[in-house]
């Protein structure tokens, strides 16, 4: 299988905005069990402990601009929504067909480029699963461990499914470094093998593990080159790269991870194999 990809701008928050509001109400965005415990330990909340509330990140002040802080959005189930509001009025409503032309504009989201590092299977695959993911999030890796390699055994082999990532450096400057390290793998032509790895090594959030160092060594157990990789972590430009990601994924209404848009329809959190194997099902069939 080899990578492939290709970019397109973001569309208008209303229009996202108006999906986010009218898959609750068709019930589409389902509640999943809280996950098993996983070698990632959740993000610390500035909130009780006793019961988290649910809301967006809290934005916090960095050097490169895009340090978020973890707060209560780190819901039980999963932090990632798409939050229904444009630029903080009231949800948008509509129409059956209003939500049609809503989904169509998120599937334009899906970039299709070949040789996309950050893509795995076919380009002309009928469907495309935008993933907006970050390296800390505990369920972004319960999904990468449990699930995806399920969906790429039983359809991204199949030519079915094409799996498309996107940087979405929530959770702080470790998450951004991540994310950096992520891109500089790319360039060796070796994203999934890192991605792999480093989920399977997850930190806890958070944590001051995941250093340059740390990153040089999981990548060399991936099979890349660690000097070579820790050079180009201080690259800016593979930085601005992962901030277009993740400015792509704030206007498009998602405030945590992970978040997936299948043919754009929204799915949300690390749910179970099950919700996305209906969901890609029937975008397959609505693709014929």
């Known amino acids: 299988m080899a990578p492939q990809?290709?970019?397109?701008s973001a569309?208008?928050?209303?229009?996202?905005?108006?999906?986010?509001?009218?898959?609750?109400?068709?019930?589409?965005?389902?509640?999943?069990?809280e996950p098993q415990p996983t070698s990632a330990a959740r993000p610390t909340s500035t909130a009780s402990?006793?019961?988290?509330?649910?809301?967006?990140?809290?934005?916090?002040?960095?050097?490169d601009g895009l340090g978020v802080s973890p707060d209560a959005s780190?819901?039980?189930?999963?932090?990632?929504?798409?939050?229904?509001?444009?630029?903080?009025?009231?949800?948008?409503?509509?129409?059956p067909q209003n939500r049609?032309?809503?989904?169509?504009?998120?599937?334009?989201?899906?970039?299709?480029?070949?040789?996309?590092?950050?893509?795995?299977?076919?380009?002309?695959?009928?469907?495309?699963?935008?993933?907006?993911s970050d390296f800390q999030c505990p369920f972004c890796g319960k999904?990468?461990?449990?699930?995806?390699?399920?969906l790429i055994a039983k359809y991204v082999d199949a030519g079915v499914l094409r799996i498309e990532w996107r940087d979405f450096p929530y959770l702080g400057e470790e998450s951004v470094t991540a994310a950096v390290a992520?891109?500089?793998?790319?360039?060796?032509?070796?994203?999934?093998?890192?991605?792999?790895?480093?989920?399977?090594q997850q930190q806890p959030t958070n944590s001051g593990r995941l250093t340059p160092a740390f990153l040089a060594s999981v990548a060399v157990k991936a099979g890349l080159d660690g000097p070579q990789l820790t050079q180009d972590l201080r690259d800016p430009a593979l930085k601005d790269a992962a901030e277009k990601d993740f400015g792509e994924g704030q206007n498009s209404g998602v405030t945590g991870t992970p978040a997936f848009l299948i043919?754009?329809?929204?799915?949300?959190g690390a749910q179970p194999a099950a919700v996305f194997e209906q969901a890609i099902d029937q975008a397959a069939a609505a693709a014929r």
Do not use: C
């Not at 990809?5 to 397109?8: D, F, G, I, L, V």
């Not at 402990?49 to 050097?63: E, I, K, Q």
């Not at 043919?263 to 949300?268: A, K, L, M, R, Y």
């Open 5 to 8: 990809t290709a970019r397109r």
């Open 11 to 33: 569309r208008a928050p209303a229009v996202i905005a108006l999906v986010a509001a009218v898959v609750a109400v068709i019930g589409f965005v389902v509640s999943r069990p």
């Open 49 to 63: 402990s006793a019961s988290p509330t649910v809301g967006p990140p809290t934005a916090t002040t960095s050097d």
């Open 74 to 95: 780190d819901k039980e189930s999963g932090d990632a929504s798409f939050d229904g509001s444009d630029d903080g009025g009231p949800p948008v409503s509509g129409s």
């Open 100 to 132: 049609e032309d809503a989904v169509t504009a998120l599937a334009k989201l899906a970039r299709r480029t070949p040789g996309d590092p950050f893509a795995i299977g076919r380009v002309d695959a009928p469907v495309v699963m935008v993933s907006y």
């Open 143 to 150: 999904f990468a461990r449990d699930t995806e390699p399920r």
């Open 182 to 200: 992520g891109r500089a793998a790319a360039r060796q032509g070796k994203f999934w093998a890192f991605h792999d790895a480093l989920f399977a």
């Open 263 to 268: 043919n754009g329809e929204p799915v949300i």
